[in-house]
């Protein structure tokens, strides 16, 4: 393949190569007229494998262009020319969620942050008609730590279409992260994606893959005959009810996985639920903690997820959570600008919270991106009752509501 490092293609002025797959090469490029730096994937057509591999490439385009998620990255152009095809992608420079792996075990609420948000992406896909096929940790980018963008869905099939390119028979993927219905080259669905999450879940939990192996034949082989290693083997700090969800989502048989990427999503919310300790002295001297303790400041609380910055909510009748500013009146008595609330899609007034006989309320004020109560979205002027252990997201910001 050519080096396109200081041409032109199209309107784009690429620089250095970020990233290279078994047909294509992405390079990180500059377009002058938004005065912006993108990321452009180059597929040389005459070396593609035919017609059939550049029709899947179009397609892919399509399909990511017709998507809009917070956790899905975004496209922004297609082109062909000079005997290329080419896609126009967001520029993400904080990289990939592999480059960040070290072997070790990551604690379950950082887990959470970026598990969870790509599992919602991955539902909105199914929802559309998409399946990824190729979910691992290089194709899931990091805009921030706790904010993941899931990219490349060129081998994406559409569901239900009646001349699908890809044949019975001809797995596509990468082998560590291949279903075992892909390593045997059966028909494939969304539960596949189900798989894979499952085992990106696993490495990141463990500090490893299920099915370690000399060759990729082998580890294909290991993952259509033997069980997984139980992750509490590895990492005994997992619980059993979350190790039983892991164990599920891997397992062999499509239909013994469960059912639907928004089922994985929602037991893996409800593991977020984690009690909080009975005395200040459980939870040591810092003044921010992980998810999961009790911070020093007692009473009603905001836990920010991946970080574990305590948001204290004063006990009056109700309080105001988005970004401040000197602009903004009147301000937030719950200011997420400072935790990241602006990248995230924060609203300057996005929600409230409001203290009745029966409990706390969670409003949505007509945000930009949403307000989520445990993965479910709140229609403006409609308050929900919000629980101890309780799941928010205002926009891609995840916080553990505490009452006490």
Not at 105 to 115: F, K
Request: charged share 20%; with cysteine.
């Amino acid at each position: 393949m050519r080096n396109w490092s200081g041409q032109t293609i199209g309107s784009y002025q690429i620089a250095d190569e970020i990233g290279e797959g078994g047909m294509a090469v992405v390079y990180q490029a500059y377009q002058p007229q938004l005065e912006r730096w993108v990321a452009i994937k180059i597929l040389e057509a005459t070396q593609a494998g035919g017609e059939e591999f550049l029709a899947r490439f179009r397609r892919e385009a399509r399909a990511i262009a017709a998507l809009r998620h917070p956790n899905i990255l975004t496209i922004y152009d297609y082109g062909e020319e000079r005997g290329i095809a080419y896609i126009v992608m967001e520029y993400v420079p904080g990289g990939t969620l592999k480059a960040r792996l070290s072997g070790q075990c990551m604690e379950w609420p950082d887990t959470a942050a970026l598990i969870v948000p790509v599992g919602r992406a991955l539902a909105y896909a199914h929802s559309q008609g998409i399946v990824h096929r190729d979910v691992k940790p290089a194709n899931i980018l990091l805009a921030r730590p706790d904010w993941p963008l899931l990219a490349d869905f060129g081998l994406v099939k559409l569901i239900g279409h009646k001349r699908g390119i890809t044949r019975p028979g001809m797995s596509i993927g990468t082998p560590a992260y291949l279903s075992p219905e892909q390593a045997s080259g059966e028909e494939i669905d969304h539960r596949s994606d189900i798989y894979g999450l499952g085992l990106v879940l696993y490495e990141l939990l463990t500090g490893c893959l299920p099915f370690e192996a000399k060759s990729p034949i082998d580890m294909m082989l290991r993952r259509l005959q033997e069980p997984p290693t139980p992750p509490r083997q590895l990492n005994p700090r997992i619980s059993p009810r979350l190790e039983a969800i892991i164990l599920r989502a891997l397992a062999r048989d499509p239909a013994a996985r469960h059912p639907t990427m928004e089922t994985l999503i929602n037991e893996l919310s409800q593991v977020t639920r984690v009690p909080a300790p009975t005395s200040p002295a459980a939870a040591g001297d810092s003044s921010t903690t992980r998810l999961g303790t009790l911070t020093p400041t007692a009473g009603p609380r905001l836990v920010v997820m991946g970080t574990g910055a305590a948001l204290r909510i004063a006990q009056q009748g109700e309080a105001l959570i988005g970004r401040g500013g000197a602009q903004v009146t009147p301000q937030p008595d719950v200011d997420l600008g400072p935790h990241g609330g602006g990248q995230a899609g924060v609203s300057r007034h996005h929600a409230r919270l409001l203290y009745c006989p029966e409990g706390w309320l969670l409003e949505d004020l007509q945000s930009t991106n949403g307000t989520y109560l445990n993965s479910m979205r709140l229609q403006p002027g409609q308050p929900s009752r919000v629980r101890n252990g309780d799941i928010i997201r205002c926009g891609q910001l995840t916080l553990v509501f505490y009452e006490e």
